[in-house]
């Protein structure tokens, strides 16, 4: 973890060491949302989903 001397103090963690893109899809009949985190080679990082 690298430490940020400019750092705001609401943030509790700040993590510069991956890139990549989010894909977020919408399903079950709208009732679904489904975020996942994709390194730049690929590998998920982080998902989530929330559902109604």
């Not at 690929?42 to 929330?50: S, V």
Request: charged share 30%; aromatic share 16%; hydrophobic share 35%.
């Amino acid at each position: 973890m690298v430490k940020f001397s400019s750092k705001k103090p609401y943030i509790s963690y700040q993590q510069d060491d991956h890139f990549g893109f989010v894909n977020i899809d919408v399903v079950d009949n709208e009732n679904t949302l489904r975020r996942i985190f994709y390194s730049n080679d690929h590998m998920i990082l982080d998902k989530f989903e929330i559902s109604k």
